[in-house]
């Protein structure tokens, strides 16, 4: 069977080899497949253990006198309706949702979010994006009037690749994410192309560049300006594609004077005459392009950051540029592939606000840092209901202490996931997904992000296993009990509600009569939405109106996916601002510089900052024996001269303070971190006793998220501060 790789944004093309009992044989990178070429990575080799984990759980839980108990499905629902009904009565707001990372790998939570959060119709929605890539998505909004465009590296052309916070041979890339990152960074280099990696730590992608320049954390913001200083005063301006197509050009110049190459180098430890030779660069490079990730987004700075990257981009004329950064057309488009249906809105934030920080809604979400405090402070409109699909709040938030309380003060928490962990054990019901070997894959966010656009469609390998539902059906009875309609509605009345929607949606947007859009997959389920999306999108038939044109029938006969080409200049389409103009200077950008000033080091503290491991996915994958297995992951990388100045050796035990938590952790020392800073994983610390991980549990590692304090937020985007955290280490006295 050939599937799609759920497991990051890569999206490799995988050979699924099952035995007559659908046991996982092998799993090998699927050489004819148009996108990833054969390539995969060490999670995706280990799919058929993902899924076959003994430890996931195949019944609902329910809680029953205080205890997680095997419940049928009738009886989760009617609980779930006993549990949240009269707080949706009384209240919508009293119920917050969490929507995971994993979703976004899922095309029943793609497909499905729009209706699911309509359901719901609560204002009190989370999700990672406040602590991942939230500033880059208000970024595009604020600068291209979209928010869902965000450009991307087109790596097999540049010349020059300037990555800023991010590690994608490990990460393999995220919003520009890309199969073989080794291979495709080795034939940049081999055809005499150059890659500048700019990190605190000196990690794989580092070690693969041509230069490394080691950041001090969280100091980006004033690189970028300082870069920006160079290019304006040396008047190596000349936007390229954007020329004509750019305003605000004139105030930029007011807005960097500061940032002389002098005081970037004060703010930021990169040497002056670095500053200016790397800004003649990328200004100097016909193909140029900077791309910039978690280290630009996690920090109180993020959405300057990643304005100040992309402005860099315009200015230089590597936005929308073959070799520099490009929008993706994705397969099932995008709002900026579809006609404007009216005049270009401003973008707005702030519709609502949390009930005890007053922090606004950006994008209709919260900070997922304010979610603990809108549980636990008392009074009117406190959240009381706790929906998660798909995510583990108990690890991957910051300020685990105040979260893991929180969850112990609700009246009602439903968790959809396969695992009991250290989330999902405070629930007071647990449903169950099946493998994601055993539904339908599909891409649909993804694509926008991806290096080429293709598009690939995977059938279920294997049945959903007996006793068990489907995500797409768990996700629409949930529809059904927030809706009102009871637990044991027939869900397929909201599938063919929701199909009908979009069937008019959709003629709407190609101005068609809604008879026309007929689809090839008249059954309930995922498949008649992806048709719809498909045959409606950019390359699609239009219901016969663009003979030739995909469909899902179409999609389904080429298993190795269909290669749409690379992606093509289309600034005209993409800009929807509403001066027309990519906009570069917004108030709110002018005010939040008047702010922005470099973190100061209190005497004493190291600056802790976060590191990802390819076997790895955050906090998950970690109760796979043949990921689980190898060198220990959860250690504190901590300088030679550090070590020594806190009279700790390689092997040794800490104690790591900050302002909200103290943990004590393994040393390895080692230059891959300068003096100075500290790194350490997120997403282990499995010792929860209530959980069952029993591999994980095996060899927990620590919480890095007791850390990270949940108060220092980017105020454009309520991204919290997750890397430049301040703590203080002391050696802790071994026990005898
Ligand atoms: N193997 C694996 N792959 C993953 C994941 C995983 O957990 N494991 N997670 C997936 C997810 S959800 C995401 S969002 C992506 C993230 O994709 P990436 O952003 O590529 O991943 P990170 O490894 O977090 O890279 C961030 C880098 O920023 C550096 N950094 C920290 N602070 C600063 C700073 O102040 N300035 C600069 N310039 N750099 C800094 C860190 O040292 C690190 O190398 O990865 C995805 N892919
Ligand atoms: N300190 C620090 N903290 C971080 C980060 C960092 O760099 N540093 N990175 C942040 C980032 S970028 C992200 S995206 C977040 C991730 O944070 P979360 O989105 O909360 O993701 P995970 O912690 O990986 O939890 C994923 C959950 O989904 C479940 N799951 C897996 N597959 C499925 C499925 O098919 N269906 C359902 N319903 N559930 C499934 C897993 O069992 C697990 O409980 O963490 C953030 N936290
Ligand atoms: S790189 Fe990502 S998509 Fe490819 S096999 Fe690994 S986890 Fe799966
Ligand atoms: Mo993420």
Not at 73 to 85: K, M, S, T
Not at 95 to 118: C, D, E, I, K, S
Request: some cysteine; glycine content about 10%.
């Amino acid at each position: 069977m050939l599937r799609g790789c759920p497991l990051c944004e890569a999206m490799c093309g995988l050979t699924v080899t099952l035995d007559a009992a659908d046991q996982v044989v092998a799993v090998r990178g699927d050489p004819e497949d148009v996108y990833s070429k054969g390539y995969l990575c060490p999670k995706g080799a280990s799919l058929g253990a993902v899924d076959d984990d003994p430890d996931r759980l195949t019944r609902p839980l329910v809680r029953r006198d205080g205890e997680l108990r095997p419940a049928t499905w009738d009886e989760a629902f009617a609980e779930v309706d006993r549990l949240l009904g009269p707080l949706l009565a009384e209240d919508r707001n009293t119920v917050a949702v969490y929507t995971g990372n994993p979703t976004g790998h899922n095309v029943a939570f793609t497909l499905l979010a729009g209706r699911l959060a309509r359901s719901l119709g609560t204002v009190q929605s989370y999700s990672p994006a406040t602590m991942d890539q939230l500033p880059q998505t208000v970024t595009a909004a604020v600068l291209f009037g979209e928010p869902t465009s965000t450009p991307v590296p087109d790596l097999d052309a540049t010349d020059l690749l300037v990555i800023v916070g991010g590690n994608p041979l490990v990460s393999n890339g995220s919003v520009g994410a890309a199969p073989d990152y080794r291979g495709r960074i080795r034939a940049l280099r081999a055809r005499g192309g150059r890659v500048v990696v700019v990190d605190p730590a000196r990690t794989a992608t580092a070690a693969a560049a041509d230069l490394h320049l080691r950041i001090r954390p969280g100091t980006d913001l004033f690189l970028l300006l300082g870069l920006l200083h160079v290019v304006l005063t040396e008047g190596r301006v000349r936007p390229g594609a954007a020329q004509g197509r750019v305003s605000g050009l004139d105030e930029l110049a007011g807005l960097v004077a500061r940032w002389t190459p002098d005081e970037t180098a004060r703010a930021t430890g990169i040497a002056p005459d670095t500053v200016v030779e790397l800004a003649r660069d990328i200004a100097g490079t016909d193909r140029a392009a900077l791309y910039g990730r978690l280290g630009t987004t996690l920090n109180r700075n993020g959405t300057l950051t990643c304005w100040a990257l992309q402005v860099l981009n315009v200015v230089c004329g590597n936005l929308d540029r073959p070799g520099g950064m490009l929008f993706s057309r994705p397969v099932t488009g995008s709002p900026t592939t579809r006609r404007p249906s009216g005049p270009p809105r401003p973008f707005t934030t702030g519709r609502h606000h949390t009930r005890v920080g007053g922090h606004p809604e950006v994008l209709g979400e919260f900070p997922v840092a304010a979610l603990a405090e809108e549980i636990r402070a008392p009074g009117p409109g406190r959240v009381r209901g706790l929906v998660v699909y798909g995510g583990n709040l108990a690890r991957s938030l910051p300020d685990s202490s105040s979260v893991q309380q929180a969850l112990t003060e609700l009246d009602a928490m439903i968790c959809v996931d396969p695992y009991l962990n250290e989330t999902t054990r405070h629930a007071d019901v647990v449903l169950p997904p099946p493998g994601s070997l055993s539904r339908d894959h599909f891409d649909l966010v993804l694509y926008q992000f991806a290096q080429r656009n293709f598009v690939r469609f995977s059938p279920p390998a294997r049945p959903v296993p007996d006793g068990m539902l489907s995500e797409w059906e768990i996700l629409l009875r949930l529809c059904a009990v927030y809706e009102g309609r009871g637990p044991d509605a027939d869900p397929g009345e909201i599938d063919d509600e929701i199909a009908a929607s979009l069937r008019s949606s959709v003629a709407r947007g190609l101005d068609i009569p809604v008879d026309e859009v007929v689809t090839g997959f008249p059954g309930r389920g995922p498949r008649r939405l992806i048709d719809l999306r498909i045959r409606s999108g950019p390359y699609g038939d239009h219901f016969g109106r663009s003979p030739g044109g995909l469909t899902l029938a179409r999609v389904l006969d080429s298993p190795h996916g269909i290669d749409l080409g690379g992606h093509v200049p289309r600034l005209d389409e993409v800009i929807r601002t509403p001066s027309g103009t990519i906009e570069l200077v917004a108030p709110r950008i002018r005010d939040a510089l008047a702010e922005a000033e470099p973190p100061v080091a209190e005497p004493g503290t190291l600056s802790l900052i976060g590191r990802r491991d390819l076997r790895s996915k955050n906090s998950w994958l970690h109760n796979v024996d043949r990921l689980a297995a190898g060198p220990e992951r959860g250690l504190l990388y901590l300088s030679p001269a550090d070590a020594r100045d806190h009279d700790v050796d390689d092997g040794g035990t800490v104690a790591v303070s900050s302002s909200v938590g103290r943990i004590e952790v393994m040393v390895r020392v080692t230059d891959e971190v300068a003096p100075g800073v500290c790194s350490l994983a997120h997403g282990w610390g499995h010792d929860d006793a209530h959980a069952r991980l029993r591999v994980a549990a095996r060899r927990p590692g620590v919480n890095s998220n007791t850390l990270t304090d949940g108060t220092v937020l980017d105020p454009l985007s309520g991204t919290v501060q997750m890397n430049a955290i301040p703590v203080r280490i002391a050696p802790v006295a071994r026990s005898v």
